[in-house]
């Protein structure tokens, strides 16, 4: 059951590369902070009509909730607006492989020190190692 996340996992980061170079094109086409607006916009009428008949959770009890957990959607934000900005300068794969790179670098921080509830993952050397070869994969692939 757990190998079909890694299935999915691989289609979001297709799905993620196709938006990119969608929303990038979109930008060139009515203006990169309106392309960006245009997917929040779009996204926020979707999931409150699918939460209409699947939510299951109290979106009431959002103003309980510590303030940190909330600034995802501004998190969410900037990484869209990068892309839809930068696709049309570097392309979709460079501006894709980087966004991989940095999620690593980050999500092996956070694991390492059990950041937002996350359980503590130590960083071995084959991790870094990895990671080193992406950053160089970067240079190759620029």
């Not at 894709?96 to 509830?117: D, R, T």
């Amino acid at each position: 059951m757990k190998s079909i996340f890694y299935v999915l996992a691989f289609l979001a980061g297709v799905a993620l590369s196709l938006e990119g170079a969608m929303y990038a094109s979109l930008g060139e086409t009515i203006g990169k902070l309106e392309s960006s607006l245009y997917n929040f916009a779009v996204g926020t009428i979707i999931l409150g009509v699918a939460l209409l008949f699947f939510g299951k959770g109290k979106l009431s009890y959002t103003k309980e909730a510590p303030k940190w957990q909330l600034t995802g959607g501004l998190l969410g934000l900037i990484y869209l607006t990068i892309l839809v900005v930068g696709i049309p300068l570097i392309g979709v794969g460079m501006a894709m492989s980087s966004v991989v790179v940095g999620q690593l670098i980050m999500s092996m921080v956070i694991e390492h020190n059990g950041w937002l509830g996350s359980p503590k993952v130590t960083v071995r050397k084959e991790k870094i190692i990895a990671v080193g070869l992406m950053i160089v994969s970067l240079f190759l692939i620029y």
